[in-house]
């Protein structure tokens, strides 16, 4: 079988909801055993024998006292965890700039520090979630883009440096994925006019949708599957034509 993971031990983080969730139950359908570390347990993945830790990523001391249930051998790690911000510089706080570097930066620092010495007597995999905004700047992003541009730059440093410990790691840069923070932020920012908003994002994508987060989970598989051995220090963009193709 393809993409056959039977017999991996995988890592996912943010895998409560939207892509990671999609992200932990296909690693685990593939025949993975998977555990998620998030701040809440989605009763579904208890549900389909996916195992949660409760832990904040962004404290270094509470993320490597929880994880020590983990297996001493992690063959998969998926830094999927992350928060967005709508606003330029000026609409931007100090505070609002340290969260998101606390969260999509310094959580995936510690994350892959915490996990990587479980991989390197056997080699494995590192997928880091980055995004469009590590290719190209998309309006009212000042925080977001400037933390995912350091997720693709940390994820080059990675795969160079753990060459010879046959650890691989590479990066997705989704464009806009239909999650529940989608549904959220328009219901909260656009009352009465939900639909209308969300078909005007949709279309920002040339494809003329927004992805779905099986569609992500499905990229991360093959990423994270003997049938990609040869990838590595590589950036995949998922975003129906959005880096290449916008505005053409």
Known sequence: MKFDLSGKKAV???????????????LKEQGAEVFVLDLNENPSNKKNDI???????????????????????????????????????????????DRLYQVNVKGLFNCVKSILP?????????????SITAHLAVKNRLAYT???????????????DYLDDGIRCNSVSPARV??????????KN????????FD???????????????????????LCSDEASFITGTDFP???????????
Do not use: C
């Open 51 to 97: 195992n949660t830790i409760i832990t904040d990523i962004t404290h270094w001391k509470e993320l490597n006292s929880s994880i020590t249930s983990l297996p001493n051998s992690i063959n998969i790690l998926v830094n999927n965890a992350g928060i967005g911000f709508v606003g330029n510089i000026e609409q931007t706080e100090e505070e609002d700039f």
């Open 178 to 187: 239909h999650t529940p923070f989608v549904d959220d932020y328009l219901e």
């Open 146 to 160: 400037t933390t995912k541009g350091a997720v693709f730059s940390m994820t080059n440093a990675i795969a160079k």
């Open 190 to 197: 656009y009352p009465g006019k939900e639909k209308e908003m």
């Open 118 to 130: 479980r991989m390197k007597n056997q080699g494995g995999v590192i997928i880091n979630m980055a």
């Open 238 to 248: 998922i975003d129906g034509g959005f880096i290449k193709l916008n505005g053409n």
């Open 12 to 26: 996912v983080t943010g895998g409560s909801s939207g892509i990671g969730k999609a992200i932990a139950e296909t």
């Open 200 to 222: 005007n994002l949709s279309q920002t994508q040339p494809i003329g949708r927004m992805a779905k987060p099986q569609e992500v989970a499905d990229l991360v598989l093959y």
